[in-house]
């Protein structure tokens, strides 16, 4: 018989000594320690009491997942029955009246929300995963309007949750390809070899360019390789001092074209951006010897690397764009301005 | 003596004050910001806060101020305006100027103190319908005169009243409604039709703005503190319209003379909102002079093209290029390249360096392309 009653004393006294532990580590402030004890033994019968202070310390300590479970929990053990007739009531369109629910189950669903919301904001990269957590965060936002409960804070986490996923889907790099068409203008540098003197000649070319780019693209950076081949000719003329030669030539044909890596910045909504090109600028331009003995004409060289500051204003899909760069290795420019149309 | 005028007049240095690349931000109309219908000249206390606003870098400002605190100090000497009725500001703007950066030769630098104004401004009545306007300044050295002409001068002085919110009348000395009054005073759109810095005429503007066009039409007989043989007397329209909400396009014209030259220009021009600041706009012209006694008739073209791209607040980058045949009878001309930076780092303070390339295009000469950089600091109270 006394056997009986320690067993039976035994029995009750363990749930008391582990709802005590719960209620103390939260009294102490001790969230890792309320967290570990639930996370020992999820399945323990806590009371509502305990429910909501774990859910609070698992809130705390930023486990938001099994905060989740710890309110749908308390939801389903406590306020099923509202839960399931509010739902009913928002599928069918039915005037809601929030006085109807108790206000206890609205703190559930503003936690849930919190939960999902936190759950999205702890993203930092685009995942499979955010659209169903987005999902479930837009239902409590839903749930917690209708109910018109806490709704300025509700919109205000809606926009930073609506600006965070924006932000990830903006990460998102995406194939951009282009073409355009330019009005170009360069210089060509030759020299006018004489007996005794030679003078630098100086080809100022314009003419078309047609090219395209292909590259990577998000909301915020473009990286990309651009090419084109262009035509046009070009004038020049010289008198050599002291030499009793004058040189001049016009419409010389010029052709050639340019490739090279370039990086922009997005920096409007319009998709206009800035950035840099280095081209490398392959020149072919044959300007005739002079008839005089001993003059001749020697071209520097045909291939060149210019750096180049790029602008390009976008309307919707079609563009308008600058370029003007100056060769790495001499004084000459090259500048470029005309239309495209992104794909 | 005759031809010292008008070489004055032809070869003046100009500059205006305006910003209409603002668009940008959703401003189509100057009298959003300025007293001046057309822009230009002193800001009105919305036009302030907005340059200390949006327009300026926040970075500088404690964590603490809010954007409309930063508005309150954007008064003259930092305060909050206490009355209605009179309000001071003072602008100074000074550049150096490197011509042939790197020639050992021909480098040449220059300071140039551009602009140094202080402006009184009275207004009274709802919305400020009636002001008066007092722009006193220093007008630097003119371009190519040999003699030192830089005096302290009245820049403009004029008084307006808006009948109602959509009309108004201006009367006194200010600036030609004209074109894009862009800050780039040595732009060929603005020194071509003659519509720059030193161009202030004395006459009248009725403006109308409506919801979607807005017009100017001046009448005007020269600047008086001119003698009167070459006070450019004449007339000037202007109108722009918006299109799709938030681009505008627009034209001008104008016919101007003096005892010795006519002047007859038109422009069309473009303003196009690229959003978060970053704004593109163009003009084209042409402009015929025609001196009485046939030592000058021409008729001068030319194109303008300003792009914006704000990629942070209060950091433009910023590209002018300009075409300008001077006689279109003959081929030559030239095409300007100007990339620049312009950095706002707190409100009263925009710092702005410039290059510029200038390269000719002519069937019998071919030369290397000049070279020109400046570094400008623009400091408001």
Redesign the interface.
Known sequence: MVMMRIILLLIFLIPSAWSQDVQEAFKRKDYSQVSEIFKENPSRNFNRKELIMISYSLRKQGFYRQDVKMNVRLIKKEYERFHKRLLAQIKSGDTIDSDDYPEALKVLYWNLMNAYGNIILGYDNQSQLIKKDHEHYLMFAKILSELEFREGKVDKLNDKITAHILMLQNKIYKFSSSWYLQYM?W?QESQLKGPSVSTN????N?GLCLGTDLGYENARYHWYVDGGVFFGS????ADATGSGISY?Q?NVPAYGLKIGPGAS?I????K???GFKIPVVYNSQRLTNPGQAGFSIQSESAISVATS?Y?R???DKWY?Q?E?GKYVDR???I?T?GIGRSF | MKFLFLLTFIFFSVKTWAYPNFIGHGYTSCLNCHYNPAGNGPLTDYGRAVAATSISSGALYPEKWTEEKVAYTSGFFFRKPVQDHVRTQINYRGFQLVRNPGSKSSETKQWINMQADARLILKFGQNDRFVTIINYGFSPQPKGSQVDMSEWRSREHYMGYRFTPKFGLYAGLMDKAYGLRIIEHTSVSRTSPQATQNDQVHGVMAHYLGEKTEYFVHGFAGNLSQKEDVRMKGGSFMFERTVADIHRLGASVQQARNNYLTLTTWAAHAR?N?????A?MGEIGQAKKTADASILDKTSRYAF?Q?Y???WRGVY?L?N?EYYQDDISKEPYF?R?G?GLQYFPIQRVELRADVY?T???????????SWMYLLQAHLWL
Do not use: H
């Open positions: 203008s210089q000649l100086i080809v100022t314009k070009g004038g020049v003329s001049q016009s910045i920096v409007s909504s319009s206009s951006r800035i500051l602008s204003w976008q309307f308008f600058t003007f004084e000459a420019t500048w301005l | 196009f690229l959003k978060e600041g970053s593109l093209l792009t791209l704000r990629p980058f590209t290029i095409v390249w990339p390339n390269r000719n295009f002519s069937p019998d000469s071919s030369n290397k392309d």
